[in-house]
T-cell receptor
């Protein structure tokens, strides 16, 4: 069975700082994907970035990047130059099936506050 | 842009009543999903579908049914609503190999 753990229930940073949010996961599959979503205060889920297990390169997308440590089954989301608009809840999610990407197992999220 | 629309956005239901949550997607995706999110937690998968006429059980299907009458529409049905089903429900769509799953804005259901 798969499981996703986000041990930081909350986090904070100052405007312009780099922020790192941690996630660990359990899976017996060789092929899987890890997604990061941000939930706005309205409840809307916004896709940020994903890391496929078979790619050894850390993915990047704009100010978002990941640090993928496959052997430790951990992945961190790094937000560079954080802004108050980045505040919200960040979810890590695991998809074990390449053919059914939307079957996601979510962590409980980290609530990030970026102070001006 | 990919669009997933849920209705209603808010619903108050009585215990023992029947509730139907509707979802429509204009993405022409084969796969659709229903999740619930309880306060302070991540989303959990209830049911999903691979296409019209197909429904599959997710991780927490008890107390819920699903219906996929067409490619665009996917409904979640609570035949006998209970207060424990008070939650926010999200519909999503996506296809095999997609890098992203598209979520609706959620339906807040309160069962009193």
């Amino acid at each position: 069975a798969q499981r996703v753990t986000q041990v930081q229930p909350t986090g904070s940073s100052q405007w312009g700082e780099e922020v790192t949010l941690d996630c660990s996961y359990e899976t017996s599959e060789y092929f899987y994907r890890i997604f990061w979503y941000r939930q706005l205060f309205s409840g809307e889920m916004v896709f940020l970035i994903y890391q496929p297990s078979f790619d050894t390169q850390n993915q990047r997308s704009g100010r978002y990047s990941v640090v993928f440590q496959k052997s430790f089954k951990s992945i961190s989301l790094v937000i560079s130059a954080s802004q108050p608009e980045d505040s919200g809840t960040y979810f890590c999610a695991l998809s074990e099936l390449i053919t059914n990407t939307g079957k996601l197992t979510f962590g409980d999220g980290t609530v990030l506050t970026v102070k001006p | 842009e990919a669009a997933v629309t849920q209705s209603p956005r808010n619903k108050v239901a009585v215990t023992g009543g029947k509730v139907t949550l509707s979802c429509n997607q204009t993405n022409n995706h084969n796969n659709m999903y229903w999740y619930r999110q309880d306060t302070g937690h991540g989303l959990r998968l209830i049911h999903y579908s691979y296409g019209a006429g197909s429904t599959e059980k997710g991780d927490i299907p008890d107390g819920y049914k699903a219906s996929r009458p067409s490619q665009e529409n996917f409904s979640l049905i609570l035949e006998l609503a209970t207060p424990s089903q008070t939650s926010v429900y999200f519909c999503a769509s996506g296809d095999a190999g997609d890098k992203e799953v598209f979520f609706g804005k959620g339906t807040r259901l309160t069962v009193v």
